[in-house]
């Protein structure tokens, strides 16, 4: 038996699953916003505009949802300074939470900037502070602001799954392929929500089509790693002997990964493929939290 | 600087009394589950079946019963390892969880957050979170009681001396004693968490048991949660790296296409 069953559930349930799937998709539509920014032509500018948006409002979710989860949610800065010695800097490299909350901070900041650049483009920002602070997101300074914000959302996207991995907890600490797997499923769910949002702001059938080609890449991707997850749990995968492994197979492959596989092979409409994407990056994360979760060391010790 | 301090829990004294569990919650002034209202667990003889929160001891009653006429009970008084390299403490973001004097762990309540990853990073499923305080919680071997020249109150109230308190070193020379008188006897009697070089550098609360570790709830090789650090960032940033590059390509080839053979743009109209 794995040791990891004797440890305790952290009933990371109701807040945490849907900061790690708005935390996903935040992270990875920053990184193809920020990608398009760069290497994309003028056509592709309203993808990049919404995938700032996507990424601005994703990390505020993010933000709000760590914090009301917390036991003590006014003493969420408790993770960022040194309370008893404030404003010393609280950072353990070695810990991802702790990096993690750092990597949020940096994301939000770097995300809003992004957005409201792309907002003063646009010409759609009324309040004077807010205009002036977008105007100045512009040109070099906003490609380097999304080169970095790019990058760290990539980080957003994954270390959730690294977290999970550094603990000491089934099925997370049992196989090193999470954060992969949940970067790839980030990314993939980003493009998806670009390719149902984009569209309002404009967004071409070129830049569109590059969208949808991607994800049927990531898709692969996120596939691949999925098989490497389950190969390495070993004797673990007894734990998918339950509802939680009906859920993976059916919702997160089935669903999630194969079904818009298809569709994009067959160019069948892209927003039925892109909210089939997000079903099965919600039931991913879903799945893998609850398979553990619902594992007590009490009931382990007794052979329950 | 005073000496390194713990437990030494003999489990083959101990009755399952409860007397420690008792004292703790008493001189630790813990609440009660569910109000005061009793639960049963419905399936054994223990019914506070997990430390938690609010239970920082536990007795462990393991039932082996083969037959009305063929069994034994294990009793063990489960606590906190106070492991020298601890879990806890290592994952713990706001720095609530420290290192004292007496090398013990403790958290200290007034910083902790409830942001509940120690309680997924202990390999022992020790810690909980204190439903009064919001926040983690688990025993500080009596910090305060140390502090003073006390003993902890759990192993006060120890009536037949299952749980001894003491300088590790010291606690460590008793223990492997007692375990030459045992095997003397046939006993198959092991120690749990003593050897410094073994897992997690020694724990400062150890245990003498007589069954496989498991059997007491007890992780064979308990490790560090950041064992897994290096190889899960490698791994994520592998990921992350092939996709940049499928991205990279996937717009490259647009844009040959585009030169190949002139490219359309157009609204976004009728996508669906
Ligand atoms: S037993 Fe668990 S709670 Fe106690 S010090 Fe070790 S890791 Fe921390
Ligand atoms: S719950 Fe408290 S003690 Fe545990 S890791 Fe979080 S801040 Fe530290």
């Not at chain 2, 703790?24 to 938690?52: H, I, M």
């Not at chain 2, 410094?196 to 709830?217: H, R």
Request: hydrophobic fraction near 45%.
């Amino acid at each position: 038996m794995s040791d990891t069953f004797f440890s305790g559930a952290p009933h990371w349930t109701w807040f945490i699953i849907p900061y790690f799937f708005i935390g996903g998709l935040a992270g990875g539509a920053y990184f193809l916003a920020a990608l398009l920014d760069w290497f994309g032509r003028p056509d592709d500018r309203p993808v990049v505009r919404t995938g700032y948006d996507v990424a601005a409002v994703g990390a505020i979710l993010s933000g709000l949802l760590l914090t009301i989860d917390l036991g003590q949610p006014l003493r969420f800065w408790h993770m960022l300074f040194q309370s008893a010695n404030f404003p010393a800097i609280m950072f353990k490299g070695w810990s991802p939470i702790s990096f993690g909350a750092w990597g949020i901070l940096l994301f939000g900041l770097f995300a809003v900037l992004s957005a409201l650049g792309a907002r003063a483009e646009e010409g759609r920002l009324q309040m004077p502070a807010l205009r002036a602070v977008g105007g100045m997101v512009r040109g070099g300074v906003a490609k380097l602001v999304a080169g970095i914000g790019g990058l760290i959302g990539l980080f957003i996207a994954g270390y959730t799954g690294i977290l999970l991995s550094v603990t000491n907890r089934p099925i997370w600490a049992d196989s090193p392929w999470l954060g992969a797997l949940f970067v790839a499923s980030g990314v993939s769910t980003g493009a998806a929500t670009l390719i149902l949002l984009s569209p309002r702001r404009g967004a071409t059938e070129r830049s569109l089509g590059w969208l949808s080609s991607f994800d049927a890449r990531a898709l692969v991707v996120e596939l691949i790693v999925l098989i490497a997850f389950i190969v390495s749990l070993g004797s673990v995968n007894r734990v998918w002997v339950s509802v939680w492994g009906l859920l993976l197979l059916v919702g997160v492959v089935w669903f999630g990964i194969l079904a818009p596989l298809r569709m994009h092979a067959r160019r069948q409409p892209l927003a039925s493929a892109a909210k089939l994407v997000l079903v099965g990056g919600f039931l991913l994360r879903l799945a893998t939290m609850l398979a553990s979760e619902g594992i007590d060391r009490y009931r382990v010790a007794v052979g329950l | 600087m005073p000496e390194p301090m713990g437990f030494f829990t003999d489990t083959t004294v101990c009755i399952g009394c409860k007397a420690c569990e008792v004292a703790c919650k008493e001189w630790n002034q813990l609440p009660a589950r569910n109000g005061g209202v009793g639960e049963l667990s419905g399936d054994s003889y223990d019914n506070t079946r997990k430390l938690d929160g609010i239970h920082w001891r536990h007795v462990r009653f393991i039932e082996q019963f083969k037959g009305p006429y063929d069994g034994r009970w294990l009793m063990m008084s489960d606590v906190c390892k106070h492991c020298v390299q601890a879990g806890c403490l290592e994952v713990c973001p706001t720095g609530a969880i420290i290192r004292t004097e007496f090398d013990t762990v403790v958290i200290q309540s007034d910083v902790c957050n409830g942001c509940r990853a120690c309680i997924a990073a202990c390999p022992f499923g020790v810690i909980d979170i204190n439903p009064v305080s919001g926040t983690a919680q688990k025993c500080t071997l009596c910090y305060d009681r140390l502090k003073v020249g006390l003993e902890p109150a759990c192993s006060k109230a120890c009536p037949t001396d299952s749980i001894q308190f003491g300088a590790i070193a010291e606690l460590r020379t008793r223990a492997h004693k007692r375990v030459d008188q045992l095997k003397a006897q046939g006993v198959k009697a092991e120690l749990y968490g003593a050897d410094p070089q073994g897992a997690l550098g020694g724990l400062n609360s150890f245990y003498l048991l007589v069954d496989e570790p498991e059997v007491y709830g007890l992780p064979r090789h308990p490790q560090l949660p950041s064992r897994h650090l290096a190889k899960s960032s490698t791994f994520s940033a592998a990921s992350a790296a092939v996709l940049g590059v499928l991205a990279l390509v996937g717009l490259r080839k647009r844009r040959m296409d585009e030169m190949g053979g002139g490219g359309g743009g157009g609204g976004a109209g009728g996508q669906n």
